[in-house]
């Protein structure tokens, strides 16, 4: 029996402190030379990996190889894979704070990390030792990836790419610490009851969480609500001062962010809420168990669950207090960390602080808070290294997404913080009015205080002001920022808004996801590409070789028979091969017009049953929707219930078995999202014009060969210029006809009386036809699209369906198919994350690789 035991190497005291923050207990300083000692990896052998492993195995676990489960070797695993990564953490940790390089804390709500093994492995190369030294062990690492549950802490595109994003930074050497939360249960876990979503907790952390470093000894306290008083310090300065009426402590998680076979290790730090006294011995002694705990309950509460239902006043407060909670923890950690001299006034020389949308604008009055009423400086010189310290990325265009929080909360809630709010807003405004004297408007149109419907704090606005640049995800998106959500900001401060184009790291969405297009593109091009992405370009002439198509065409059917057979597992779902796979896969939202696409499933439904067209005549396809309704959101629910419901009729039908098949997975995660994607031949990228700020799953797919059809929105436009328009099947209103359409007067029904296919298939569904002839079960959401079609489901109907016709001409060509996929993923190298992070510094942040 194997049943080597190795201690693991001990972490010094001097690397000890590289998680060090502003915390409870004593900082430990290094008192003997050995603890000054560098940590060193284990040796990158299998008879090495074999030794590591067995000792996590036994002194970690407790338990034998004989005696072991799946998740004991899943754990020690991934422990054996943190140690090879662990000393060059620790040591560019040291570096970053020793040789003061500006680092980039990136502030998020959402991470949406994905399974953390296979990525590990592949940054430390260390993935065919790993699989030779398990074998060794009489274990097949596949199930031990299987074992891991991805982590709760994201939802959709926003954590996404905040992963992304980090990744890229690591892989490019750039110092970056991503700052967020760590949710104890995420978002939810979708399940569905009757076709209905239903919630439950995404109970992530069950079974232990190898990848991180919990540090309960460098917690940092948080202050809420109370009252401000003024004072006169002992220089004769008239100050101000906070009396909290509550806290709560906020405990580190360290997660390692590896860059892709550098050397370089990143740092995630994530916190989690806890009391500041959780049990009351008294009140437990005289019986009352549940009050006993009440304030740990209390606490905790704050980082249980990713975007607390809302709609009540409660909701509204705990978002709140999540968003301040993780920024307040995030100032000041980095100052406690990094800020060494005590010189808070070189700040802007160490970090600049990215805010990942408006959840973290919360962060500007606190670092304010910090350095006028703590640090004593003045009001002056604390907002100028403010203004140098933040940048602020806006991720939409719809008005009800841009946060703003009423100042009776904030009031309440965060006292110091609304007035230093109201403060910079006086200030702004007096610079607007002296640039402006004669337009009151303008100045009411800008303030950072809006008076309607309530009074309320609009952070786009105080993001805007404060940060040093404000920037768009997409070409046109930063346009429509300029011209439309921010227009006043942007003709006042022009060289402050910028653009920077998405992207997505292809080390976890090609080479993780898709291995047998990476072989494919490494056997053709050499290695070097994934870190060049750009270098797929080099792909285009290889779309006229024959013999690569066909290899191409194989890795597809590879990757549809993988998809196929996780489904069957996964779901009981049993698909048809042969088809054209036809994927819309996002949160489900109107106006990412989930409900366009239901459309033309139901019309294609329609004309098959009715005997307009033979079913022998439709191309036979697969449609696989995936997407999360918010738990509040009573007409995305309601669409996810006819979607399932349309899907029942459908593939039970036998007039149509052979040729439609409508597949709903429930619960879309970053791991199924890798082995969708790469089977995908068309891509659903269907929102009306000007609503998507970018997409990302646009970028996954397109890299992955699948074809687009898509409307001029978001990413899609430059998606669009580079694959070329032969490549790309393009419908819909343009976002100047949208808003041309908007002053008009848009009718929807008018569309309905005038398209009769379109009004087929409303009728079809306000018939009882996919709710066992219930006419009612259905109707709010018809009505929905023929009265209060915000986004013009119905006015692109018909261009819709002209380009899925296309779609049908083009896919009955198979080889003219995979020389258009071919080039779109030659075409499409423009989309990496690691171009998007040197947009952001060459545009933004103005940093620099770790030497």
Not at 20 to 35: D, I, K, M, N, R
Request: net charge negative; hydrophobic share 40%.
């Amino acid at each position: 029996m194997l049943d080597a035991v190795k201690p693991e190497t001990p972490v010094t005291a001097d690397e000890a402190q590289t998680s060090e923050s502003h915390h409870v207990g004593p900082s430990f300083q290094p008192t003997h030379p050995l603890a000054l000692a560098p940590v060193t990896s284990p040796p990158h052998t299998v008879d090495g990996f074999v030794k590591e492993f067995l000792a996590e195995l036994n002194t970690n676990a407790g338990v034998t190889l004989s005696r072991s489960t799946v998740n004991d070797q899943y754990l020690s695993l991934a422990r054996t894979v943190r140690h090879y990564l662990s000393a060059r953490w620790l040591e560019n940790t040291r570096k970053a704070r020793e040789t003061k390089a500006k680092m980039v804390g990136y502030l998020s709500a959402e991470f949406l990390l994905g399974r953390q093994l296979g990525n590990a492995l592949l940054a430390s190369d260390l993935e065919e030792i790993a699989e030779q030294a398990l074998a060794a062990c009489g274990i097949d690492i596949a199930t031990l990836r299987a074992q891991e549950v991805e982590p709760g802490l994201g939802n959709g595109g926003l954590g996404r790419l905040a992963a992304c994003f980090i990744d890229s930074l690591a892989t490019m050497g750039v110092p970056c610490i991503g700052y967020g939360i760590r949710y104890e249960y995420g978002i939810f876990r979708q399940t569905f009851v009757d076709g209905r979503q239903v919630e439950q907790p995404d109970s992530w952390l069950t079974l232990g969480s190898p990848w991180e470093f919990p540090h309960p000894e460098h917690a940092v306290q948080v202050d809420f609500g109370g009252h401000t008083e003024t004072y006169v310090d002992a220089d004769g300065t008239s100050r101000s001062r906070w009396i909290p009426a509550w806290n709560v402590l906020g405990m580190p998680y360290n997660y390692m962010v590896p860059g892709y076979q550098n050397g370089q290790v990143n740092t995630l730090r994530l916190w989690s809420a806890q009391a500041t006294q959780a049990f009351d011995l008294p009140t437990f002694n005289s019986g009352d168990y549940a009050d006993a705990v009440r304030a740990q309950t209390f606490a905790e509460n704050i980082t249980k669950v990713l975007y607390p239902e809302d709609s009540t006043p409660q909701g509204k407060e705990l978002r709140l207090q999540q968003q301040y909670f993780f920024v307040a923890c995030s100032i000041r950690d980095f100052l406690d960390r990094f800020i060494l001299d005590g010189d808070v006034t070189t700040l802007p020389e160490r970090v600049i602080f990215q805010l990942n949308d408006t959840h973290p604008v919360i962060a500007v009055p606190e670092l304010m808070r910090v350095l006028v009423d703590i640090e004593k400086l003045d009001w002056d010189e604390a907002w100028a290294i403010t203004q140098k310290c933040f940048a602020y990325t806006c991720h939409t265009l719809l008005p009800e997404a841009l946060e703003v929080w009423s100042t009776e909360l904030l009031g309440r809630l965060l006292p110091r913080h609304l007035e230093i709010i109201y403060r910079i807003n006086d200030e702004f405004l007096a610079e607007v009015r002296a640039a402006y004297p004669n337009d009151e408007l303008r100045a009411r149109q800008m303030s950072i205080i809006g008076e309607y419907p309530e009074r309320a704090v609009r952070m786009a606005y105080l993001a805007t002001v404060a940060g040093s640049k404000v920037n768009g995800v997409a070409e046109l998106h930063s346009q429509l920022l300029r011209d439309k959500v921010l227009h006043d900001f942007s003709e006042y401060w022009p060289e402050k808004f910028t653009n920077v184009t998405n992207g997505v790291t292809p080390r976890r969405f090609i080479r993780l996801a898709n291995p047998g297009l990476s072989e494919l593109i490494t056997e053709t091009l050499g290695t070097g590409w994934l870190t060049d992405l750009e270098r797929l370009e080099e792909l285009e002439p290889y779309a006229e070789d024959a013999g690569f198509r066909d290899s191409f065409v194989a890795i597809k059917e590879a990757n549809k028979a993988k998809l196929y057979r996780l489904l069957q597992a996964r779901d009981g779902v049993v698909l048809p091969e042969h088809h054209l796979l036809d994927v819309m896969v996002k949160r489900l939202h109107e106006y990412k017009r989930q409900s366009l696409k239901l459309l033309h499933i139901v019309s294609t439904y329609e004309q098959i049953i009715t005997g307009k067209v033979a079913a022998d005549e439709v191309t036979p396809r697969t449609f696989v929707f995936g997407a999360k309704a918010a738990p509040g959101y009573r007409i995305a629910k309601e669409t996810i219930h006819l979607i399932n419901s349309v899907a029942q009729v459908v593939n039970s039908d036998p007039l149509v078995k052979d040729v439609l098949k409508v597949v709903f997975p429930a619960n879309y995660n970053v791991t199924l999202a890798e082995t969708l994607i790469p089977a995908a031949d068309l891509s659903e990228q269907i929102s009306l014009a000007g609503k998507e700020a970018s997409g990302t799953g646009n970028m996954k797919l397109a890299l992955n060969g699948a074809l687009t059809i898509g409307t001029d929105d978001g990413a899609n436009v430059e998606i669009r210029k580079l694959v070329g328009d032969e490549h790309f099947f393009l419908f819909g209103l343009t976002e100047p006809e949208v808003a041309e359409l908007q002053a008009k007067g848009y009718h929807a029904h008018e569309y309905y009386e005038s398209n009769p296919q379109l009004k087929a298939t409303l009728d079809l569904i306000a018939s009882g036809h996919f709710s066992g002839g219930d006419r009612g079960l259905f109707e709010p959401l018809v009505s929905n699209l023929l009265y209060d079609d915000r986004f013009m489901a119905l006015a692109d109907f018909e261009s819709y369906l002209d380009a899925q016709a296309k779609v049908d001409a083009s896919y009955v060509d198979q080889d003219a198919w995979a020389r258009s996929a071919v080039l779109n993923v030659a075409r499409s190298g423009f989309f990496s994350s690691d171009r998007s992070m040197r947009d952001y510094i060459d545009r933004i942040w103005h940093t620099h690789p770790l030497r």
